[in-house]
């Protein structure tokens, strides 16, 4: 269980497209979503957290009019990144967030799908 | 802020040797914590995680973690690891309480590479 996909897994645009990446969570519900940028030999930094239903929240420094967010369902989001430069080749991966209710309380786990390779010529 | 500190950027091992990868976080309240492994070209997989309870967590593939709050530590262990353990390894913190947003705070990552 708690399966997420992203597709596509790798994909090379020119400089100035558009390029959409989606996230699903194959076997439960995400009301929250998250997308991550990693730089080589790097650690995940978190771009994004996006909501069903309701505007992404960014980290700081991270344009959102550049990277736009849709999270239109229970199990997909989509990360769009807008007018490509080589800058913006990376690795984005996205996380899906479980959430089970336990005597000890709320317990939530993030499960993160396999990432995108994007590179800008 | 919250950070979260993993000592060791690469540990070189031989199978069979014992492992303790350490992992350290800056938050004072109540906290959940994961340890993550990506294997060679895969995605990021969950090793363990620790919401309450006995701080000794065992994981998958004979991994453990012990959860020390005074210390603020999260350290991962093995007994004994296999080549196929080579991996980079990622503690992360989750602040669900407090008025932190719940979002993940990883470190910057473990490499280890087991020598067969």
């Known amino acids: 269980g708690?399966?997420?996909?992203q597709h596509p897994s790798w994909v090379i645009c020119k400089s100035g497209t558009s390029v959409k990446i989606e996230c699903r969570s194959l076997d439960f519900q995400?009301?929250?979503?998250?997308?991550?940028?990693?730089?080589?030999?790097?650690?995940?930094?978190?771009?994004?957290?996006?909501?069903?239903?309701?505007?992404?929240t960014y980290e700081q420094g991270v344009e959102k009019d550049?990277?736009?967010i849709n999270h239109a369902s229970l199990t997909l989001s989509t990360l769009t990144v807008t007018s490509a430069h080589p800058e913006d080749s990376s690795f984005y991966i996205?996380?899906?967030?479980a959430e089970r209710t336990t005597a000890g309380g709320p317990e939530e786990t993030q499960y993160f799908g396999p990432g995108t390779r994007l590179l800008v010529l | 802020a919250q950070s979260v500190s993993q000592h060791n950027h690469h540990v070189i091992l031989s199978e069979a040797a014992?492992?303790?990868?350490?992992?350290?976080y800056s938050y004072g309240g109540t906290v959940n914590l994961f340890w993550y492994v990506q294997y060679p070209g895969q995605h990021l997989q969950l090793l363990l995680k620790y919401f309450s309870g006995d701080p000794l967590v065992k994981g998958i593939k004979g991994f453990e973690a012990e959860f020390i709050k005074s210390k603020f530590s999260f350290n991962l262990r093995k007994p004994s690891v296999q080549w196929?353990?080579?991996?980079?390894?990622?503690?992360?913190?989750n602040a669900p309480y407090g008025?932190?947003?719940?979002?993940?705070?990883?470190?910057?990552?473990?490499?280890?590479a087991v020598q067969p």
């Open chain 1, 2 to 5: 708690a399966v997420v996909s």
């Open chain 2, 18 to 24: 014992s492992l303790e990868l350490g992992c350290n």
């Open chain 2, 99 to 112: 008025g932190a947003t719940n979002k993940l705070i990883f470190g910057t990552g473990t490499l280890l």
């Open chain 1, 66 to 68: 550049k990277f736009l």
């Open chain 2, 84 to 93: 196929s353990d080579t991996a980079e390894y990622f503690c992360a913190v």
């Open chain 1, 30 to 56: 995400a009301t929250t979503m998250f997308w991550y940028r990693q730089f080589p030999k790097q650690s995940l930094m978190l771009m994004a957290t996006s909501n069903e239903g309701s505007k992404a």
């Open chain 1, 94 to 97: 996205c996380s899906a967030r």
